[in-house]
Structure formats: structure tokens, C-alpha cells
């Protein structure tokens, strides 16, 4: 038994997102794009453990739950040092010359290919965790920054529930917490952004989001329905034949509206209650789509340091207490 390693786990729940708005208003001149979005995570997470070590090796191990349907597959996982959760680690060792070791374990629940963010939300989550257990102080400010730097989806996680994105997406307006019921679909079927951009066309007069603001802003849940937009939709449904296909089954429900997240291919409905969510979530099964599930929005990353036996990896859920300090 090794009496150095630390005694303490920093955990944190890495939320997935959705895109209740996207547009594209311009190609740059650095090759990205500049865009508008509004985002809000929800409550399906990936999950990451954190123990500082006193060597200086850096390691990550990582799998997908279980819990998956038989004929699903979430996606293939990366080597552990193209991981952006262990790039997010390795950025902070070098930024600050850091001697420092750490052993991260991440189980992911997250599909992959799907528009969810689960690896931004992993590096967000890997870099607050980092700050912890190794004492460095930083804001979640400064950790926005360092963050933009591994991906323009990372930033936004540090916010607290819904904010506004704009740029290449690192620059974050935080709006605040929300609570809404969604239904999502991720369909056996993945897209990359870097090619659903190139199939991307800039509109000669780009959607406002500001109809949807309202309803967010007066709690006119029908309104932000009726607003959600994604202009990867419509490049989407010609580039897979399953998009198609959920959004026509999400035309026969009794949704507020519906949309796809992100690049897709997760497609996803606004309810009107915990409940109603549950029920259209349960016709959707029936139609043998993917994975279904239904959730609630939620504020972002959560953490908490658990003091436990080393190899003791337990999940929140799982552990029955012991968590000592929450963010």
C-alpha cells in the first residue's frame, strides 16, 4: 500500500448539453465559424474520479457504462492521451510547470458523435477536478480560459444553466438556471462536426434568437418551443437518413417543439412536465430509434471531494455518503 497517494477523491458529474438554438452567421478567416447558440445542459452525465499521485505519470482509464441497449453502440473511445479530459490535465501541468501526478478514471454514459458535448463536458469537469486536487486556486474564470483553448464547446460548461454563445462558441454568457423537461433520441447513428461543417451554408439573413430569449426570460415554455432552431438540421436530415426518421416520429407527439442538438445526431423534444416527459419518452421506445431517455435541465459541472480507500471508485449513486465539499 502506498501511504503517499492522497486519501481523497474529487469527483464530478459532467452534464451533457443541449443546443436550444445554433446558428452560423459567418465563415472567418481563421476557417472556423462564427455562431450563435443557446445552451443548456442536462441531466445525463458522465462521470469523473480524480486522485493525485505523488509520481509525475499522469494516467486515465476510461469505459462506457453498461446500462446501454443491446444493438446500441455509443461510440469508440479514444486512446487515453487523445482523451480531451487527460488533454485537459496534461494543459494544466504544463501551464503552471507542474511536478505533479494524478490517476483519473472517467465512465462515460455520454454517446459520442451525437452533439451532447460528453467530451467538453469531460475536459470542463477534468480541469475543475485538476484545480482541486492539485491546490491551485484558480477561478472558474481563469479555468474558462485555459478551457477555450482545448475546445469551443468547453467554456460553456462553466456556466450556471442556460447561457449564450457566441464566437467560435468560447464566449459564454451565463443566463441562469432554468428548469425544463426534455425527451432525447440519439439514433444507432454518428456525425462529425468537422464534417457537418463543411456542409454547412452561411444564410443570407441569419435567425434571431432573441423570440426565444423572451420566452426563457417570462417563462413561456411554449414560446421557446415554438423557437427552437438548429441550421445543422437541414443539413442534417439529407446527410442521415435516421434524422428523418426521429423527427417525423417526433412530428406525431404532443411536444412544445423539438430539434436537433449540436451537429447531431441526438434529436431532442421540449415538454411540459417531469411527467410528460416520461410518457413521450415511452412511446418513443416502442419505435426502436436508439437510446431514449428523459431528463430536466440542470445548472452544470458538480463536484465534491470524498474521502475514501484508495481503489475505491464507487459512483455518487453507489457510495451511500461520504461526500464532503460541493460546487
Known amino acids: ?88 490535465v496534461e494543459l494544466l501541468r504544463r501551464r503552471f510547470g507542474l511536478e505533479k501526478g494524478a490517476e483519473v478514471i472517467l465512465v462515460k454514459r455520454i454517446p459520442s458523435g451525437s452533439g451532447l458535448g460528453g467530451a467538453s463536458s469531460d475536459a470542463a469537469a477534468a480541469l475543475k477536478l485538476a484545480n482541486w486536487g492539485w491546490g491551485l486556486g484558480l477561478t472558474d474564470a481563469e479555468l474558462r480560459e485555459i478551457a477555450a483553448e482545448l475546445g469551443s464547446d468547453v467554456p460553456l460548461f462553466f456556466a450556471d444553466g442556460l447561457a449564450i454563445c457566441r464566437g467560435r462558441g468560447e464566449k459564454v454568457s451565463p443566463l441562469g438556471y432554468v428548469p425544463l423537461h426534455f425527451v432525447v433520441v440519439r439514433p444507432p447513428a454518428a456525425l462529425a462536426t468537422a464534417q457537418m461543417y463543411r456542409y454547412i451554408q452561411v444564410p443570407a439573413s441569419p435567425r434571431s434568437v432573441e423570440s426565444l430569449l423572451w420566452g426563457v426570460r417570462t417563462g413561456r415554455w411554449d414560446e421557446v418551443g415554438r423557437n427552437l432552431f438548429n441550421r445543422f438540421q437541414e443539413v442534417a436530415v439529407n446527410v442521415c437518413s435516421w434524422i428523418e426518421r426521429v423527427q417525423a416520429e417526433f412530428n406525431r407527439l404532443d411536444l412544445l417543439g423539438h430539434a436537433l442538438t449540436g451537429s447531431g445526431t441526438a434529436y431532442f423534444g421540449l415538454c411540459r412536465s417531469a411527467l410528460h416527459a416520461r410518457w413521450v419518452a415511452a412511446r418513443l421506445r416502442q419505435r426502436a430509434l436508439g437510446l431514449v431517455w428523459a431528463g430536466r435541465s440542470t445548472r452544470g459541472i458538480a463536484c465534491w471531494v470524498k474521502e475514501s480507500c484508495y481503489g475505491d471508485y464507487r459512483s455518487p449513486d453507489q457510495a451511500g455518503g461520504g461526500a464532503g465539499r460541493k460546487t
Request: aromatic share 14%; net charge neutral.
Open 1 to 88: 500500500m502506498d501511504v503517499h497517494r492522497s486519501k481523497y477523491s474529487f469527483v464530478a458529474l459532467a452534464p451533457a448539453k443541449l443546443n436550444l438554438f445554433f446558428e452560423v452567421l459567418e465563415k472567418r478567416a481563421d476557417g472556423y465559424h462564427e455562431v450563435l447558440t443557446c445552451v443548456c445542459p442536462i441531466q445525463m452525465y458522465d462521470t469523473l474520479w480524480f486522485r493525485p499521485a505523488p509520481h509525475r505519470e499522469l494516467h486515465l482509464s476510461c469505459r462506457w457504462v453498461t446500462a446501454f441497449p443491446k444493438d446500441f453502440s455509443p461510440g469508440d473511445l479514444p486512446p487515453p492521451e487523445n482523451n480531451l479530459a487527460y488533454k485537459a
